[in-house]
Every structure is written in C-alpha cells, then in structure tokens.
C-alpha cells in the first residue's frame, strides 16, 4: 500500500464521522417556526383602566391569569361573589375576548375569560385596551 493511499484512508477515516455528526445535528435542529407553548406561549398586552364596569365570576369561580389565555399562569382563583372592576378588554390569537380586571378594594389584578364573568365582561369597543 503506498503512503498516499494510507493517508487518503486515515483521513477517510477521520471525516465521514464528523460528517455524520453534522448531518444528525442538521436533522435534529429546531425548526425556526416553532410556536412557544405553556407559559412562553402567554402575551401581556398592555391594558388601562377605561371601563367603568363591574361584575362576578360566572358560577363557582374564575381564575385571574397573567395574560388573555389558558397558556398564562394563574394569579387567583375567586369566589364567584367576588366583585371585579373592569378596566378593558382584548380579542386574543384565538378570537376568544378577556377582561383586564381587579379586585374591588385589593391590589390583585390580571385577565379573566369573558365567558367566565356573569355578564360576559367588558366588551364595548370604546372599552378596548
């Protein structure tokens, strides 16, 4: 066997691993387009206080989250005689509209489902965050 030949065979041999390591890595690499999921998937849009309303928890309770979907974490959970004050609403990416809201007489705010409030929340368009 020549030395070229058993040069060429050693760096064969070095390459074609290295190669296959980068093509798994190519196949098993993330998609750029991935959608976030859980809490990275919770927006937090900007709200203000320009609803005058007021309402309860439709039923037992309702759960006061950190953002307008069921992926954002929970704040509270409350009676459904507890009193909300409205300040607005959003529309979120899947068309389903949610109350910022606080507790009457506390500090505890955040965002409830409109069909989780006795009224169906605020909902006039002036009332929009």
Same mark, same amino acid.
């Given at each position: 066997?020549?030395?070229? @030949? =058993? ?7 070095? *390459?074609?691993?290295?190669?296959? #390591?980068?093509?798994?890595? #190519? ?6 387009? =991935? %959608? &976030?999921?859980?809490? $990275?998937?919770? #927006?937090? &849009? ?5 609803? &005058? ?6 039923? $037992?309770? =309702? ?21 909300? %004050? ?5 529309? /979120? ?7 910022? *809201? ?6 505890? /705010?955040?965002?409830?489902? /409109?069909? @989780? ?9 002036? /009332?929009?965050?």
């Amino acid at each position: 066997m020549s030395v070229n @030949r =058993a040069k060429a065979g050693l760096l064969a041999a070095a *390459v074609v691993p290295l190669l296959m #390591a980068s093509a798994t890595v #190519a196949v098993t690499a993330p998609s750029a387009s =991935a %959608q &976030p999921s859980g809490a $990275d998937a919770c #927006a937090h &849009p900007t709200w203000s206080n320009k609803s &005058p309303g007021k309402g309860t928890p439709k039923g $037992d309770s =309702a759960k006061i989250r950190t953002g307008p979907s069921e992926d954002c974490s929970v704040v509270k959970e409350v009676s459904g005689s507890t009193v909300l %004050q409205y300040h607005c609403w959003v529309e /979120n990416d899947h068309g389903h509209k949610w109350t910022h *809201v606080r507790i009457d007489g506390k500090d505890t /705010n955040g965002w409830v489902y /409109n069909d @989780r409030l006795d009224d169906g929340g605020s909902k006039h368009p002036d /009332n929009k965050c």
